[in-house]
């Protein structure tokens, strides 16, 4: 096993890869393939590699170690293996994985659409950053300076890159400032909480801290959700959270969901008190316990979660990029017109 994982771990799946490999396997497995059949179907269309790995895989499989192990061997992404993990306590097996390879995906093009996104506006920024180095320390100086001896006054736009000169410093010195705060932060204490204190700080971060919440919200609830129709009661439900030593974080959300449970809280009412979840899952869990359809309102919430997540993020992409385009545009105009607006005013001088 041990020489397995070091041969394997320099070929590490991309997240993209994982999630089509997932979907593909539940695409499948909803067709009748058993498992083992699934992989070697997938494992002709894939390069040799990553055959011999699936081969291997289908040897660690025959030995009877179960398949979210051998994706945890394989290097997948934690939550697609709790994914999978959840479908072999419930049965949904393929419906599962496909909602799991669905989600992946979708996180993955966001994080492609946010490097996209800042890669053009990085560029410009480095290219707007050495033309202001050479205007403000080479060809300004020359033109106040004369400027000046004909007595004209500065206009607006030259004191915009003075000014931006004088306090661009400061504002990279606090920005230092703070990302060295929060190094130590997270060294002398951040790192020494459990994890559950850990997400409920992230959550109260602007802006990311919402999509956070909604990532938990909605992972914990179509979860939850596949293992009630599997049958299941909401006790057991969490007592299979307990036992996921794939995710620490799910984990301990399920041991602090029984314990509260056990003694006599309402499900909805310790829902409600857990800040790294929305205050509307309990609206949900009580009108799902209420009606006796618990299982399909939360899976209902779930994806009204990630669509909710996907709305937030694309709302903020749009506010990022026009925000810099503007902010660079000011500088490069204020440039050109520094040096411009004197020049004709000495024009209209002669």
């Given at each position: 096993m041990t020489v397995w994982y070091?041969?394997?771990k320099p070929r590490k799946w991309s997240i993209e890869e994982q999630a089509k490999f997932l979907k593909r396997m539940g695409e499948l497995l909803s067709q009748g393939y058993p498992i083992a059949e699934a992989i070697a179907s997938i494992a002709l269309h894939l390069?040799?590699?990553r055959k011999e790995e699936l081969n291997n895989s289908l040897i660690e499989l025959k030995k009877g170690q179960s398949f979210h192990d051998v994706l945890s061997t394989l290097g997948f992404h934690q939550d697609l293996i709790g994914y999978v993990y959840f479908a072999e306590q419930h049965g949904s097996f393929a419906e599962a994985l496909l909602e799991g390879s669905e989600l992946a995906l979708v996180k993955d093009q966001d994080r492609k659409k946010l490097f996209k996104l800042l890669q053009y506006p990085s560029l410009l920024i480095f290219i707007t950053g050495f033309l202001f180095f050479?205007?403000?320390?080479s060809l300004l100086p020359k033109f106040t300076g004369l400027f000046?001896?004909?007595?004209?006054?500065a206009n607006f736009f030259t004191k915009v890159l003075y000014s931006f000169d004088r306090y661009f410093p400061l504002l990279i010195t606090f920005v230092i400032v703070i990302f060295a705060f929060a190094g130590g932060y997270y060294l002398l204490i951040f790192r020494n909480l459990s994890l559950l204190q850990q997400q409920g700080q992230l959550v109260r971060i602007p802006v990311i801290g919402k999509i956070f919440?909604?990532?938990f919200t909605h992972y914990f609830s179509v979860q939850l959700s596949f293992l009630l129709s599997g049958g299941i009661s909401v006790l057991e439900a969490l007592l299979l959270f307990e036992k996921n030593d794939k995710q620490p974080f799910y984990s301990q959300i399920g041991t602090l969901l029984k314990q509260k449970l056990i003694t006599g809280e309402s499900l909805e009412d310790i829902v409600y008190n857990i800040s790294f979840f929305e205050k509307e899952l309990s609206t949900i869990m009580k009108h799902g316990q209420d009606n006796g359809k618990l299982e399909q309102e939360?899976?209902?919430?779930?994806q009204h979660c990630v669509r909710v997540m996907e709305e937030r993020i694309e709302k903020t992409l749009k506010i990022i990029q026009?925000?810099?385009?503007?902010?660079?545009g000011f500088l490069v105009v204020s440039m050109y017109l520094a040096i411009l607006l004197p020049m004709f005013h000495l024009l209209d001088g002669i």
């Open positions: 070091t041969m394997m390069p040799l590699f050479f205007v403000q320390h000046n001896s004909m007595s004209l006054e919440t909604l990532l939360l899976r209902f919430y779930s026009p925000i810099l385009y503007l902010l660079i």
